[in-house]
């Protein structure tokens, strides 16, 4: 075997390999023998089939087999031997061959460049810290008082108010028809709930104890029942008992009911929830400026092949937005190269980052173990309840799965272990700055892009200047691919390990958790505006109170 | 096989249609490959071949010069199949010696 190197550009190398015909013949003889025990022929007794006879009818195959071992085993030799870790899959191309001439090819591939990891105890960050106030804690409380509400019976008989429960028999019909499920016996209903269709439960206001009411009401065109949506109904209302509501008192009592000792166990517990909650918040944000740190501390040379691969999955992932119309409008009004050139900005950071990590990985002796794997597989099994067992056979079936677990799983323990090293220091914010904090980190950069877009519309519409035009496409590339990075690169570096063939699959898993870390608390801020800040209090009442929340409301 | 249609006697002048009649397939056995070794070739021939038939059958159609041809009729075996008595067809084998120099790739066909 030959080897000889023919070129070596940057992280790209060319060998070129000559395998001599003698070798490659010795090969397949030594294969022929073994197959002669194996063969049978009619006409010959098992083992004496002639050789001859065997090279003709199984030659083309066993040299086609040999070939190709022959080939991967001196690549892999060429490799081992020149101490080369490449980057993926080595391209192997055969330049030349003939029965009875020397076999010679080429291979080609990148080398994983040398990384040599910054000295972390440089790296500082910030990390928030979130003392979670007094205040959020008896807010919580208060909604899961509200949630258990105790009714009473009136003390002296008034005319049902808003808020109060009024226990009816009704039975509605649409068009003299009665359907099912329209009708029912001691039913409570809180007025002011709005768990009634329209204004079913204002028109009961002022009803007295005993009273009998006809209502009218017309359900929503976009109702879920198709009978019913868009039709008028009447229903005959009898207001049985009025019923005074009450949220239940904030004491050990309401405590046992979810679940806690008492009311002082509930309140630590419930401090335990929301600081897990602004606890991965914050690690988020310090993760994020943790890879912005290693990417401006890092420029190794990337290879070429591994940027084109996630590229390559960027742009598909793309592609499929455009087509299914949910494009990000700001990439919307950009033409293709522009976004190219973005996306391919991004697709390098991720793969260097994610070699990094690796890098950092290996050089440490990080690994996954066993049981966290287990652990990680556990917690993919209960994202589909139900089928779990099709999950744990799903990942017993593909390790290749199982290494898309294992990535960020690693990934989490190196940032960890950079964190460890690096210095961090704390700050203690209030909920609301952490929140501020988490959404401002893209927002500047929003703000900034969007004008670099706009002046580069008014240069580009202008046709004034090119260079500043150019200069300024320059600028909105950049903020662009660092806002991106924020909001999808919490999973970069899984992206981009080792195995590569999978790197589609894993951003888009790392992706989807990390926005749904941001959508979550943009959500409480914004959608439910009435029950103050945070959604996330609200799921707080844990899984024994969950069921009673749905029957408290139901009733 | 069609009897009784005009045969020429003269081996030399015998119709390319029936010389494919008369080489029915090469024998390719362990004993066939070993008498390979002394330059000698088996055919099976149909039952009414000649000898004369065979030998031009052999030259004409694989170029060759042959220096004896022995025959024999090898005679089908009594089988039962599903209890019930059978017999296999008969047939000929030819073994053609070539001339020196000679040979016949008997694996590649015609």
């Known amino acids: ?555 | 096989m069609s009897k009784g249609r005009a045969r020429t006697t003269a081996a030399g002048k015998l119709s390319g249609e029936r010389m494919h009649e008369v080489i029915r397939k090469p024998v390719i056995t362990e004993k066939a490959t070993l008498a390979g070794e002394h330059n000698q070739v088996t055919f099976q021939v149909s039952l009414d071949a000649t000898k004369p038939e065979i030998r031009t059958a052999v030259e004409t159609l694989f170029k060759v010069k042959v220096k004896a041809v022995n025959t024999l009729r090898q005679q089908g075996k009594t089988k039962r199949f599903r209890g019930r008595p059978g017999q296999r067809s008969d047939y000929k084998k030819a073994m053609v010696t070539l001339e020196e120099g000679h040979s016949i790739d008997v694996t590649t066909g015609i």
Do not use: C
Request: zero cysteines; glycine letters at 6%; aromatic letters at 4%.
């Open chain 1, 1 to 555: 075997m030959q080897v000889t190197e023919t070129s070596a550009d940057g992280l790209k190398r060319e060998y070129k390999v000559v395998l001599s015909a003698a070798d490659i013949e010795e090969k397949v003889q030594a294969r022929l023998e073994q197959l002669k025990d194996e063969v049978k022929l009619p006409g010959f007794r098992p083992g004496k089939v002639p050789e001859s006879l065997l090279r003709k009818r199984y030659g083309q195959a066993v040299m086609g087999e040999v070939l190709e071992k022959a080939v991967n085993d001196s690549s892999q030799q060429a490799i081992t031997e020149r101490n080369l870790r490449p980057a993926m899959q080595p391209q192997i191309e055969i330049t030349s061959y003939d029965e009875g001439q020397d076999l010679e090819y080429s291979i080609k591939l990148e080398v994983m460049p040398e990384i040599e990891p910054a000295d972390f105890t440089k790296i500082s960050l910030e990390r928030l810290k979130v003392d979670i106030p007094d205040n959020e804690i008896d807010e919580a409380l208060q909604r899961l008082a509200e949630q258990q509400k105790k009714t009473e019976p009136l003390s002296e008989e008034r005319p049902a108010q808003s808020g109060d429960v009024l226990v009816i028999d009704f039975k509605g019909s649409v068009n003299g028809e009665s359907l099912p499920g329209m009708e029912a016996e001691d039913h409570h209903l809180e007025l002011g709930s709005n768990a009634f269709v329209g204004d079913f439960e204002d028109q009961l206001i002022g009803k007295n104890k005993g009273d009998e009411a006809e209502v009218k009401v017309t359900f929503p065109e976009a109702y879920g029942n198709e009978k019913l949506a868009g039709q008028e109904a009447v229903f005959q209302v009898k207001v049985k008992d009025i019923l005074n509501a009450t949220p239940a008192d904030i004491d050990d009592e309401l405590a046992k009911s979810y679940g806690a000792e008492d009311l002082e166990d509930l309140k630590s517990k419930l401090r335990e929830h929301l600081g897990g909650e602004y606890q991965s918040l914050s690690r988020t944000l310090v993760k994020r400026q943790l890879l912005d740190e290693l990417a401006d501390r890092h420029d190794f040379e990337v290879p070429d092949g591994l940027v084109d691969m996630e590229f390559e999955a960027i742009w598909n992932r793309l592609q499929q937005d455009k087509e299914a119309g949910n494009l990000d409008p700001e990439d919307a009004e950009k033409d293709e190269e522009t976004l190219k050139s973005e996306y391919r900005a991004i697709a390098e950071r991720r793969v260097r980052l994610g070699l990094l990590l690796s890098e950092v990985g290996r050089l440490n002796e990080i690994d996954v173990a066993q049981e966290e794997l287990q652990q990680a597989l556990i917690q993919e099994a209960q994202r589909y309840p139900g089928r779990e067992q099709e999950v744990f056979e799903h990942y017993q079936k593909n390790p290749q799965s199982v290494a898309n677990l294992r990535g960020p799983l690693l990934e989490e323990k190196v940032v960890d272990h950079i964190l460890d090293q690096a210095e961090v220091a704390e700050r203690s914010v209030t909920p609301d700055e952490l929140r501020e904090e988490f959404d401002s980190q893209d927002s500047p950069e929003k703000t900034e892009k969007a004008k670099a877009t706009k002046s580069k519309s008014d240069s580009s519409s202008g046709k004034k200047s090119a260079s500043s035009g150019t200069a300024k496409k320059a600028a909105s590339t950049k903020s662009k691919s660092t806002k991106k990075d924020e909001s999808e690169g919490e999973g970069e570096a899984a992206t981009t390990t080792k195995k590569s063939a999978s790197t589609s699959k894993k951003s888009t898993a790392a992706k989807s958790t990390a926005s749904k870390a941001g959508t979550g608390t943009s959500k409480a801020a914004g959608s439910k505006a009435s029950s103050s800040k945070s959604t996330a209090s609200k799921a707080s009442s844990s899984k024994s109170s969950s069921s009673k929340k749905t029957s408290s409301e139901s009733a």
